[in-house]
């Protein structure tokens, strides 16, 4: 049973460019959330998709926007990278939020450096 | 908003020693606490999940408590060994405000074991 996937594993961009990063849920989970982690920090939620639709979003700008497919895949897009956005992007999978008690379990990430 | 916090931020212990981490939050509305570890550019493993109407749960060497009143969870790691040697990182997912449906993480602990 594969886990979480994500990929690329790493990405260097440079300033103003944009970046589309992929993932794949779990088997069976449907609902997938994004995660930026800078260095030395805890993960900050980006946003939350279930349904093909967002459903919840943290405090991030539009720069930061996202897409789920049917196959509850999902992709994180930002725009205008700036060097602030050098992260680690984790993304985890869960079953639908109505089952709270459920874990999320994460994929390994894609470090992201912006130049 | 929700807020956790972890102590210490770093911790260095030689090994076979029994420690300690704590974590507080702010809003004592959640679902579950959950403590990750985190190797050093790595993706989050789930250790230990307690529900909000629990009070602990034991995996092996680690114990969690969750005392939800205070706002207070310790992770309890017996025997330490060199392969301990990570990044701990505490989350709750929260159940209301602005936060809700959401995990909140602290900055972690950066735990040592040396031989």
């Known amino acids: 049973d594969a886990g979480v996937t994500q990929s690329p594993t790493h990405l260097i961009k440079t300033r103003g460019q944009q970046v589309t990063l992929r993932c794949s849920p779990k088997?069976?989970?449907?609902?997938v959330s994004w995660y930026q982690q800078a260095l030395g920090q805890g993960p900050q939620f980006i946003f939350q998709?279930?349904?093909?639709?967002?459903?919840q979003r943290g405090n991030f700008p539009d720069r930061f926007s996202g897409h789920q497919f049917p196959n509850y895949s999902s992709e994180l897009n930002v725009n205008a990278l700036l060097l602030g956005d050098s992260a680690l992007y984790l993304c985890a999978s869960s079953l639908d939020e109505r089952e709270i008690s459920d874990t999320q379990y994460f994929g390994p990430g894609t470090r992201l450096t912006v130049l | 908003k929700q807020e956790v916090t972890q102590i210490p931020a770093a911790l260095s212990v030689p090994e076979g020693e029994n420690l300690v981490l704590n974590c507080s939050f702010t809003d004592s509305a959640i679902y579950n606490l959950q403590w990750f570890r985190q190797d050093p550019g790595k993706g989050l493993t789930s250790l230990l999940l307690?529900?909000?109407?629990?009070r602990e749960q034991t995996s092996g060497r680690l114990n969690a408590s969750l005392d939800k009143s205070s706002g207070r969870s310790t992770l309890y790691i017996a025997a330490s060994q060199p392969g301990d040697s990570a990044t701990y990182l505490c989350?709750?997912?929260?159940?209301?405000?602005?936060?809700?449906?959401?995990?909140?993480f602290g900055q972690g602990t950066i735990l040592t074991v040396h031989p």
């Open positions: 307690i529900q909000s109407s629990q």
């Open positions: 998709y279930y349904e093909e639709e967002e459903r």
């Open positions: 989350a709750v997912f929260n159940a209301g405000g602005t936060s809700y449906g959401k995990l909140t």
């Open positions: 088997s069976g989970h449907d609902t």
